[in-house]
């Protein structure tokens, strides 16, 4: 079974703070998304990766930045943190560089921006 | 560009009652469709897929979902509900000719009653 970790379940940092939210997956997959969830609102993309530090901005990119240095591994930075970023954030990630791979995901991190 | 509706924000429903959930989609190019299911505290995961073929699609946990091209829509159908379905429920979209993005709704939240 695939397995997409996200590092801390729950966070609670300060406005203006640097926030980096990490994820790992360890079925060697090409393509990485971060999605934040918000009330009736559903998923919305902010960025995803298909390979080793290659990245394209999803729907929601503003004042967010990633890093995917490995394969495994991609990073969500929130540059200086703030109220309106108060969410779940949800890492996911998919096999195929077509539209029908499924995405496998974390269990999400809820931010909290005080 | 795609774009999922899901007009239901919560389906309130008794035990063992059926159950319908809404999805209606839009795009210039046909589309791959799913659902996803989050159970409280978790990720999503895939509940069901429809890439091509018949269009009644059957998923885990007892679900199922009728794809209409003419009228643009994806309803999730489960025949006799349990508790353990409470959850939410997403329909997602994404593009067949290359892009593995997937839109996905505002989500429906299923709430099975005894």
């Known amino acids: 079974d695939v397995k997409v970790t996200q590092s801390s379940r729950y966070l609670v940092k300060r406005t203006g703070e640097k926030v980096f939210l990490e994820c790992v997956q360890d079925?060697?997959?090409?393509?990485m998304f971060w999605y934040r969830q918000d009330p009736g609102l559903g998923l919305r993309l902010i960025y995803f990766?298909?390979?080793?530090?290659?990245?394209e901005k999803g729907d929601i990119p503003e004042g967010y930045s990633v890093s995917r240095e490995k394969k495994e591994r991609f990073s969500l930075i929130l540059e200086s943190a703030s109220t309106n970023q108060t969410s779940m954030y949800l890492c996911?990630?998919?096999?195929?560089?077509?539209?029908?791979?499924?995405?496998?995901f974390g269990n999400g991190t809820r931010l909290t921006v005080t | 560009a795609q774009s999922v509706t899901q007009l239901d924000s919560q389906v309130p429903v008794f035990e063992e009652a059926p159950v319908e959930l809404r999805c209606n989609y839009s795009?210039?190019?046909?589309?791959?469709l799913f659902w996803y299911v989050q159970y409280p505290n978790q990720g999503l995961q895939l509940l069901l897929k429809?890439?091509?073929?018949?269009?009644l699609v059957k998923g885990i946990n007892g679900f199922e979902a009728e794809f209409n091209k003419s009228q643009t829509s994806f309803h999730l159908r489960k025949p006799s509900v349990h508790i353990s379905d409470t959850a939410e429920y997403f329909c997602?979209?994404?593009?067949?000719?290359?892009?593995?993005?997937?839109?996905f709704g505002s989500g429906t939240r299923l709430l099975v009653r005894p």
């Open positions: 996911a990630s998919s096999s195929l560089r077509t539209g029908n791979s499924p995405l496998h």
């Open positions: 079925m060697d997959h090409e393509n």
């Open positions: 990766s298909y390979d080793v530090k290659m990245k």
């Open positions: 795009s210039s190019v046909s589309v791959y």
């Open positions: 429809y890439l091509s073929g018949s269009t």
């Open positions: 997602a979209v994404s593009r067949m000719d290359s892009s593995y993005k997937l839109i």
